[in-house]
């Protein structure tokens, strides 16, 4: 998997546009945007609005949603802001971590790098990234779990090295195999890159929103796929598509509380995003008649927000909110456990261990990811799943 999305010449690494090949809440609506830029703002007051204001996209495709919300944050504060709420707009030091070329026409105010900066202070956006990040599949066998080979030219499978012991130590913990035959995917290396992430914050807010999974629920069958133009097509490591699998994200989350996160939520996207106030209603049917562009903008939004927030479309993706140093947003704290559930009924979360059946897309491009744990070298023509 990691050679084919980030090996020379993969999938990522050749600069694949996203947005040719699935549709993410980035692509869905500027909508995404407007609520990532009020999480913004709340990271930003907690931080008692400091002169340089980290925003950072891991995962960040072609830069589209830095670009958006740079957009809007040159407009004034709105009429809910608290008073003496400070301008974003030249505090801002955005920064897209992206494994692919930098776009040409991306503005300069965006830096474009291929790791995330060593010390973080602001808000840390991981939309769509950590299912991109490369993990094997593991078999039980009678020797004990084992990788999956792949054959890159047929799609070929067959038994190849004994897991490592990180892997094994997290098979234990977050997907114990239990019947001869049964299959996991290994999620070592997305808990690694999320405690990463968490361990760069110094003060602030990390968010990841993926499709996702806890221990209860565990995708059976596994979740991995490949997608290419559009369109949902075999995961074979050839280089020639996407592929992706969905997140433990329960193991993320605790992974993040190891590397120094003081506070986390674990929702979903549909309860995130009402409690950030896109609530997909459709404006009175009145205001057509008095302002006419209005109500169809207004209407436009109202889609647009529906989309997003679709319990069986984007809205089922699991949201891991994690702080350090800081409280988590104000907007967000009746999703907490033992806190009264949003009115739309999605509290407590759901696991989404099954992609949306209406938007087959998995994440935009990864951040360069982790290195490899030291493991068996593999057979000549055969890569790991």
Known sequence: MREALYGSGGFYARGERPAAHFRTSVHASARYAAAMLALLREVDAALGQPPRLDLVDVGAGQGELLAGMLDLAQRPPGPDAPPGTAPLAGRIVAQAVEAAP????LGSQIRWRPEPPDRITGLVIASEWLDNIPLDVAVLTPDGPRIVLVDPATGAERGGPAVSPAELS??????????????????????????GLIGRLDRGLAVAADYGHQQASRPVAGSMAGYLGGRPVGPIPDGSRDITAHVAIDACAAAGTAAGATHTLLTTQRAALRALGLAGRRPPLSWAERDPAGYLSALQAAAEEAELTEATGLG??????????????????????GTHPPLDGTHPPPDSAHPPPDSAHPPPDSAQAPPDSAQAPLAAGWARS
């Open 316 to 337: 089922g993706f699991s949201w891991l909110v994690q702080a350090v140093r800081v409280p988590l947003p104000r907007p967000l704290l009746n999703l907490l456990p």
């Open 170 to 195: 997290w098979l234990r913990e977050w997907w114990p195999l239990r019947q001869p035959g049964a299959r996991a995917e290994l999620g070592h290396s997305r808990s690694a890159a999320w405690a």
């Open 102 to 105: 930098r776009p040409s026409g």
